[in-house]
């Protein structure tokens, strides 16, 4: 008897699916929000901010840019696990003395996970940070990529 590793079904094959996905990524990105941590502070349930992502895949690729502008590369983390990508930081105020007269940029603690639409490798995933755009390259895992197979004429 040999054991078989369970494989998630690839839902994304079926666009009805898309839609349920899409809201199981929104819904726990509500309760990811600060006002949950602490209950009865609803002044901090929009303090947070969600930065823009957007996802691309090829034959080899699935890539995730994402609009990170003004924070440095140090400030920024991403991690994978289970094939679903997080990025995360924390985008520090600049204002060193007093309030400020006005403001509309964010600044605080963020965090985006998104489940991937195909397998990756882990181990050749890469990541750029320029001009305020992060791009994180995920290779698919070979089982991911279309295979073209030849007929033989046998």
Known sequence: MSLIRYQSPDLAAWPPFDRWITLRDDLNTLFELPFWSNFGRQSQLFSGWSPALDLYQNNDDVIALVELPGMR??????????????????????????AAERTERYVGKFRRSITLPARVDASKVSATYRDGILTVTLPKAEEAKPKQIEVDAG
């Open 73 to 98: 590369k140090e400030d920024i983390e991403i991690s994978l696990h289970d094939g679903t990508l997080t990025i995360s930081g924390e985008r520090k105020s600049e204002t060193s003395d007093g």
